[in-house]
């Protein structure tokens, strides 16, 4: 969570930072601020809130509009999901030491902050904030400045400082930090995401690499532990480990071997909303192509040797990621002798027993904080890891021994959608190579089946459920993840509260709660749970509940006891968990729209979760 930005280069960075902080605004969007380098001090904005809030009718630092011929601009800037103190402008970042000319912007939690702020203040230092970031910025004072009468003097390059202060602070992080009159960026991160991107005569760090397409699509991952300085120079990255080696001593081809420079193929208009209301919406209409993408990207030859040896499979995911990887157990202990255990990320690390087979993690972030923990605990029992993600280049692909990518494309809206159907590609082509292929056929045609449910009308659904102040969702077998997370989606962007049932639990206590203002989703196909899913139904509508099915429009069982059907073909299993998946985040976004929520970015939540 939060979002970090910096920039050096020939344009003003006051206005490229709150760009880029746009595109980083998915992470977490309660406060923002940003930092520039006057030359003599700092100019910030800091304040709770919106970027978009920001007047955009006057230039952002008037005094340092007269600086038009400077030719090099250095500035950082952050968006911040709050974990240490509320959102207020206090508490949002930059974060500056007692001198006022150290800045830094951090993404993370430093987790022994309690003492080492305890003895900053014996030191002498005073806190503005409640956050556990701003020690980075006095630890910083300490090893950069020499206190003289005249005022602080620099006894060492501020990467020098920077190096020395990583070695007392732990936890997970990424951060950049700039300084009065060195026009220099130095960055440095342990297991938070950090991308710099290479321009011509500009550089531009970011927490992912949204920020810096516009601007070049050449981009470096610096590994944990390096010291990345950019200057206008060039950049210099000080890999962890070398000692006291100069940080620029390193000739530009050494540096080129040990840092690939990747060049990406995602364009500007990928991260734009396209003529869409929403980001979720256009990401769902762009579902049938991810899947088909997701679907062909994996082949017997792709798949790492490993899962179809290993008899047993660990998987280990959150939220939305864990509901696909229930649909993959699922399927994969039906369709063939291998044994699945399927664990939470947040869990994980209490499990007492030893890992088993192959550890599996899927994480469309590829950062989520649990999911990348899991794959260390993997290592950590010589287990082989597969990381199935979204995202080249994330800490996970790093970790992995193995990484299955889902092509899905960025996903913006916070709230997971084509995502989960590319994580559910993968998964459920996985199922079909690792069990002899039973279904490949019908799940090569799959995406085309989404396109019908994308024109389907919700209204109706809709009115019943914008009324509610709690529902349920239920399903059988398979289709008990599915509602799972058609319940998690309504939840998160519309704020009603759904709870996800297997429909034969639904007795077994929460039928007390059933009342005519609870409406029930329910995935009704035809299947081997058919005639007992209708009679559940039939005792829900009982208990005077409005009962929304996702089922066959004609089927008679189901027009008796309906308030409303979601009309779904029934065309095959696989199919089938696609369909109604895609239905149900459909319905989950017009609920929202008709209660005028902020869909794209719902309350208290940041969409990639960088902290345990
Ligand atoms: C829900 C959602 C979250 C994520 C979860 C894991 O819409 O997006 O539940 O699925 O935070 O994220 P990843 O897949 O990035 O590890």
């Not at 794959?375 to 790093?398: K, Q």
């Not at 009324?467 to 509602?483: A, I, K, T």
């Not at 007992?532 to 139904?537: A, H, K, R, S």
Request: glycine fraction near 8%; charged fraction near 20%; hydrophobic fraction near 40%.
């Amino acid at each position: 969570m939060c979002g970090i930005i910096g920039y050096g280069g020939f344009r003003e960075a006051g206005p490229v930072l709150l760009q880029g902080l746009l595109l980083l605004e998915y992470r977490g969007y309660d406060s923002f601020g940003i930092a520039v380098d006057g030359g003599d001090r700092l100019h910030a904005i800091k304040r709770v809130g919106r970027i978009s809030d920001l007047p955009n009718d006057k230039p952002l630092f008037p005094s340092l509009a007269s600086d038009g011929e400077k030719n090099w601009h250095v500035g950082i800037g952050h968006t911040r999901w709050a974990t240490h103190g509320p959102p207020s402008d206090k508490n949002a970042h930059p974060h500056y030491d007692c001198t006022g000319k150290i800045a830094i912007v951090h993404n993370g939690i430093i987790e022994n902050y309690h003492p080492l702020k305890e003895q900053l203040i014996r030191d002498g230092h005073s806190f503005s904030s409640d956050t556990d970031s701003e020690v980075i910025a006095h630890l910083i004072e300490e090893a950069y400045f020499e206190k003289k009468e005249e005022g602080p003097i620099p006894k060492r390059r501020l990467a020098e400082a920077v190096e020395i202060v990583t070695g007392k602070i732990f936890g997970s992080y990424a951060i950049l930090v700039t300084a009065v009159g060195v026009d220099e960026i130095v960055a440095v991160r342990s297991s938070g995401p950090l991308v710099l991107g290479i321009g011509d005569s500009e550089f531009i760090f970011a927490s992912d690499m949204l920020p810096i397409i516009e601007y070049t699509n050449r981009v470096v991952y610096p590994d944990d532990g390096d010291i990345v300085c950019v200057t206008n120079s060039g950049y210099h990255i000080h890999r962890k480990g070398d000692g006291k080696r100069a940080l620029d001593s390193r000739s530009e081809a050494e540096r080129k071997e040990e840092y690939p420079i990747t060049v990406l193929s995602l364009t500007l208009q990928q991260v734009k909303k396209g003529g869409y209301p929403h980001y979720m919406l256009k990401e769902i209409y762009e579902e049938p192509e991810v899947l088909y993408q997701a679907v062909h990207s994996l082949t017997p030859d792709t798949i790492p040797q490993i899962l179809l040896d290993e008899d047993y499979i660990t998987v280990v995911a959150c939220g939305t990621s864990y509901h696909a990887g229930m649909i993959f157990a699922h399927l994969l202990e039906a369709m063939s002798e291998k044994i699945v255990k399927l664990e939470i990320g947040s869990e994980f690390k209490y499990a007492h027993s030893p890992v088993r087979g192959v550890l599996l993690t899927i994480s469309q972030s590829g950062e989520t904080a649990d999911t990348v923990a899991a794959v260390r605990r993997g290592g950590c029992f010589n287990r082989e890891t597969v990381a199935i993600t979204n995202v080249l280049g994330s800490s996970i692909t790093r970790e992995a021994d193995h990484t299955l990518l889902m092509h899905a494309g960025p996903e913006i809206s916070v709230a997971a959608t084509k995502s989960f159907i590319a994580q559910l590609g993968v998964l459920l082509q996985m199922v079909n190579i690792m069990s002899g292929e039973i279904c490949g056929e019908e799940l090569s045609h799959v995406h085309k089946a989404i396109v019908p449910i994308l024109s389907l009308s919700y209204d109706a659904a809709v009115d019943i459920c914008a009324h509610s102040e709690h529902m349920f969702y239920v399903g059988r077998g398979v289709f008990y993840p599915v509602v799972m997370e058609g319940a998690l989606k309504l939840k998160e962007i519309s704020y009603i509260h759904a709870e996800a049932y297997a429909a034969g639990e639904l007795k077994h206590g929460p039928f007390a709660l059933l009342s005519p203002e609870t409406p029930v989703v329910a995935v009704c196909l035809p299947g081997p749970s058919y005639a007992v899913m209708t009679g559940n139904l039939k005792e829900i509508k009982a208990r005077g509940a409005p009962l929304i099915v996702l089922g066959d429009p004609h089927a008679p069982e189901l027009i008796d006891i309906a308030d409303c059907i979601i009309p779904i073909k029934h065309e095959g299993m696989m199919t089938d968990i696609i369909t109604t998946s895609v239905a149900l985040q459909l319905l989950a976004y017009y609920v929202a729209v008709k209660l005028g929520r902020d869909i794209d970015k719902p309350r208290n939540l940041a969409k990639s979760v960088t902290v345990e």
